[in-house]
């Protein structure tokens, strides 16, 4: 635009409010193009561009699927951290007094594991908990992992009947499975198909 407009006030009239075509400031249009190459920038950084380092040095090391990650697992790591009443160590307890109550939990009618696996352990609905054949592994870890998710499809709650037991009594009642291996109750439920994890 050339400098025969300037100042003139042009034809246009909005309730009085008459205005000038003057040409824009040269720090306003620079500061207007600016903001469309950094939309241009910021389009492609967060909704296109995914991966790292690219553009380290202008906005630091991470694409937003990184950042993404990053806050997931940092997240993840305070609620492992975050405090939880007195924490039980998983290993496997072999004292009287402790099998002694995980044999109560076996047997008791809040979790009712003897009515699917019976109180010998022989197995009737569940499988024999007592011989070297496993269909999950016979691990001290694995029969915990068995006992907190159950089996629904076969008719195992979680829990044996979805009464959910604190850390201690699950390791109590895991180690009195692990205490009875061997024990060649009368009469076991005959070992299932697909039964052949076998334990050391
Ligand atoms: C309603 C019946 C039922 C109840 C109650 C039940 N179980 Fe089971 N349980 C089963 C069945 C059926 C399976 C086999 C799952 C499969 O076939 O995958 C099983 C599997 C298991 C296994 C894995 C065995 C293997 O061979 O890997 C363990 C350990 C176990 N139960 C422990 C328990 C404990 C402890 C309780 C009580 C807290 C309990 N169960 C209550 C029916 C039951």
Redesign the pocket.
């Known amino acids: 635009m050339n400098n025969d407009t300037k100042d003139k006030l042009l034809d246009h009239d909005a309730d009085g409010i008459r205005e000038f075509d003057n040409n824009l400031p040269r720090w306003w249009l620079y500061g207007f193009y600016f903001t469309i190459a950094m939309s241009v920038i910021y389009m492609y950084y967060y909704h296109v561009h995914t991966g790292s380092d690219w553009n380290v040095l202008w906005y630091g090391p991470r694409g937003s699927e990184q950042e993404y990650t990053a806050e997931v697992n940092q997240a993840a790591a305070d609620l492992a951290h975050a405090p939880k009443g007195p924490s039980v160590t998983m290993t496997l307890l072999t004292d009287e007094a402790s099998l002694e109550e995980g044999e109560e939990?076996?047997n008791g009618d809040a979790?009712?594991?003897y009515?699917?696996?019976r109180t010998d352990l022989g197995g009737e609905?569940?499988?024999n908990?007592t011989d070297e054949?496993?269909?999950?592994?016979?691990s001290l870890e694995?029969?915990i992992a068995?006992?907190k998710k159950?089996?629904p499809e076969?008719?195992?709650?979680e829990?044996?009947?979805g009464a959910k037991?604190d850390d201690l009594k699950l390791l109590q009642?895991?180690s009195y499975?692990v205490s009875m291996r061997g024990t060649n109750p009368s009469s076991p439920k005959p070992v299932?198909e697909?039964?052949d994890?076998q334990c050391q």
């Not at 054949?133 to 016979?138: A, E, N, R």
């Not at 076969?154 to 709650?157: E, V, Y």
């Open positions: 939990i076996f979790n009712l594991c009515t699917c696996h609905v569940g499988p908990l054949f496993w269909l999950h592994g016979c694995q029969i068995s006992i159950g089996y076969k008719g195992m709650m829990y044996g009947s037991l009642v895991a499975i299932e697909g039964r994890v």
